[in-house]
């Protein structure tokens, strides 16, 4: 299994890597999308003009993002043949199907809305305990005493439970059925959910998961959180640019790199079947 899943990597790896006009598009696409956000964020709602910008930027990065992902799953597909020609074919088929990636996504995102609601609602009994313990008095008059810290098991369990719903169990899931839908289309993917949600927990997929997740996920939170070397408000400031890029771009490479490997584990084990 170790064997497969690095060579599933190492394919995608080698055809993302080699194929410098894909990459390219992707990392345009990626910052058009990343702009799309940021003109989301900051712009104002005061004149008729900003809420055209807002309007726009709505539907543009989500569209976007999508493309992104229909690009991902499909890189891996086909024969290889000349940059140019695998970029166009790549661009032209991401563009066409995209929108059967946001069907199937649609029951994600709902049952993404309804955990979180669900999860909110659970009461905070242990923060409520450390509130009433932190305010409570001192035993000894006068004598400063600091109140015990009791561990909130409660939180630590839910803040597990979120990550392990919505940064593995969904993304996984959600990911596993894109590839399925650019290989099969629409309604075989649909019809065949049932299966291809089972496997996409087995093993050797979870685990090429985990190890793309060290990427996208991990390495780039610690990149941004990194504390700058040298003083000084320029100089930390260059720093932080260097450092928001780097994070942004291997969130980028690790995200498209494990969709590829999913891709070609898929893909191997429908040759292995056929």
């Known amino acids: 299994m170790i064997k497969s ?6 394919a995608a790896a080698h055809r993302l890597l080699s194929n410098w006009r894909a990459s390219l598009i992707f990392l345009l696409l990626y910052m058009a999308m990343l702009l799309g956000i940021y003109l989301f964020l900051t712009t104002g709602v005061a ?10 930027t709505v539907i543009f990065a989500p569209v976007i993002f999508f493309v992104i992902q229909a690009m991902a799953v499909s890189y891996m597909t086909g ?28 029951p994600f995102l709902l049952l993404a809305w309804l955990l ?3 999860i909110d609602k659970i009461p905070a009994g ?3 305990a450390h509130e009433a313990i932190r305010t409570g008095p001192s035993p000894v008059r006068g004598a400063p005493h600091p109140a015990p810290q009791p561990t909130d098991w409660r939180g630590i369990g839910l803040a597990a439970l979120e990550f392990l719903i919505f940064g593995i169990a969904l993304p996984l899931a959600a990911v596993n059925l894109w590839i399925a839908t650019a290989r099969d289309g629409l309604r075989q993917a649909a019809r065949r959910a049932h299966r291809t949600l ?15 997740f060290l990427i996208f996920g991990v390495v780039p939170y610690l990149l941004v959180d990194m504390r700058p070397p ?21 969130s ?5 790199l494990t969709l590829g490997a999913l891709t070609d584990r898929q893909k191997s084990e429908v040759a292995t079947r056929s």
Do not use: C, H, N
């Not at 996409?200 to 985990?210: E, I, K, N, Q």
């Open 5 to 10: 899943v690095i060579g599933s990597i190492g």
């Open 47 to 56: 004149t008729v003009g900003q809420l055209a910008i807002l309007g726009v």
């Open 79 to 106: 024969e290889p043949g000349s940059d140019e020609s695998d970029a166009a074919r790549l661009v032209k088929r991401s563009l066409k199907g995209f929108w059967k990636i946001v069907l199937i996504s649609i």
């Open 116 to 118: 979180v609601y669900l």
């Open 126 to 128: 242990a923060a409520v």
């Open 198 to 212: 089972y496997k996409s927990f087995a093993p050797g997929t979870l685990l090429v998961y985990l190890i793309g």
């Open 230 to 250: 040298m003083k000084g408000a320029l100089i930390e400031v260059g720093q932080l640019g260097i450092q928001l890029a780097l994070a942004a771009l291997l």
């Open 252 to 256: 980028l490479f690790g995200w498209v």
